[in-house]
């Protein structure tokens, strides 16, 4: 990889890390260079409009490989209640390796700079969506019909959300762990026919 393209690659991650860990706010260009180590010259070279640019980039990084990983285990899951434990499972180990220090890049970002900045919710809306959308196709191949598909993705990638924050509050994964258990039932129940 040049090297310019890899102070870009480092920029956008380190600025998603941070984000993570400290979120948008709380984290200035210096400690993303200084995190990074690509010189000066170069954020603002990959990034003219500054902060927000790359906040743009670091969501959209963080989001695609939120993404792949869950298109990765729907490819391996038998069906959408395993594949929905199975994502549980990969983030409560991902919160516990960062000793619940981590949260969700894209929640910490979007809460912290959404509705002020409208670029910053494009990309969180592109993220989340293409979340909510592989839920809902694997919902889908197991025969909900698209609107209860969408639906029930939604709730499910709100919940864990919801779940991320409640487990770093805790310190514990098990906030991740019960929620994945109940979206699961849900899900079960909704495939079987219930209400």
Not at 9 to 25: E, K, V
Not at 44 to 70: D, I, M, N
Not at 181 to 189: K, N, P, S, Y
Request: net charge neutral; with cysteine; proline share 4%.
């Amino acid at each position: 990889m040049p090297a310019a393209a890899k102070h870009r690659d480092q920029l956008i991650q380190s600025a998603a890390r941070l984000f993570r860990q400290r979120g948008y706010a709380a984290t200035g260009l210096n400690d993303i260079l200084r995190d990074s180590g690509a010189p000066k010259g170069s954020l603002y070279h990959y990034f003219p409009g500054g902060k927000e640019e790359l906040g743009v980039a670091a969501v959209r990084w963080a989001g695609e490989r939120g993404r792949s990983s869950l298109t990765q285990l729907s490819d391996n899951c038998a069906d959408s209640p395993e594949l929905l434990s199975a994502y549980a499972t990969q983030l409560a180990g991902w919160m516990a390796d960062s000793a619940y220090r981590d949260g969700c890049p894209i929640a910490t970002s979007m809460l912290e700079t959404v509705p002020a900045s409208a670029a910053m919710a494009g990309a969180g809306r592109e993220v989340l969506g293409s979340w909510c959308g592989v839920l809902a196709e694997a919902l889908q191949r197991d025969g909900l019909d698209a609107d209860a598909a969408r639906r029930l993705a939604q709730l499910a990638v709100a919940s864990l959300e919801g779940a991320l924050l409640l487990a770093r509050v805790a310190g514990s994964d098990k906030p991740i762990l019960e929620t994945a258990q109940e979206l699961v039932a849900l899900i079960r129940l909704r495939l079987a026919g219930g209400r």
